[in-house]
Nanobody, 124 residues
Framework: QLQLVESGGGLVQPGGSLRLSCAAS????????IGWFRQAPGKEREGVSC????????TYADSVKGRFTISRDNAKNTVYLQMSSLKPEDTAIYYC?????????????????WGQGTRVTVSS
């Protein structure tokens, strides 16, 4: 059974860092583009960052450019989101999602398989 599991969320102070992980089971991530999305209370789910199946192409939302870095380790079947200089407005549930294509634009409707999410709270 194809499954994505996010981890690494938690409570962090403004300016702090977290690294989220998205581990796949039941399939290999080699042939999948992966995206990180987030949803804050009362807001729509938005694309944060996406990466191609090879890792050679990445995209970032303007709000996180220069602060977040997406990467993947296909040998570990895992994708990461390194988040630095966190702000209160980064508070949300973060989801990873997969699409069996080389690369796909970073919108939620374009991804087929989703994890359950991990909560990130940025607060002093």
């Amino acid at each position: 059974q194809l499954q994505l599991v996010e981890s690494g969320g938690g409570l962090v102070q403004p300016g702090g860092s977290l690294r989220l992980s998205c581990a796949a089971s039941g399939f290999t991530l080699d042939y999948y583009a992966i995206g990180w999305f987030r949803q804050a209370p009362g807001k729509e789910r938005e694309g944060v960052s996406c990466i191609s199946s090879s890792g050679g192409s990445t995209t970032y939302a303007d709000s996180v450019k220069g602060r977040f870095t997406i990467s993947r380790d296909n040998a570990k079947n895992t994708v990461y989101l390194q988040m630095s200089s966190l702000k209160p407005e980064d508070t949300a549930i973060y989801y990873c999602a997969a699409a069996r294509v080389l690369f796909r634009r970073c919108v939620a409707a374009a991804y087929d398989y989703w994890g359950q999410g991990t909560r990130v709270t940025v607060s002093s």
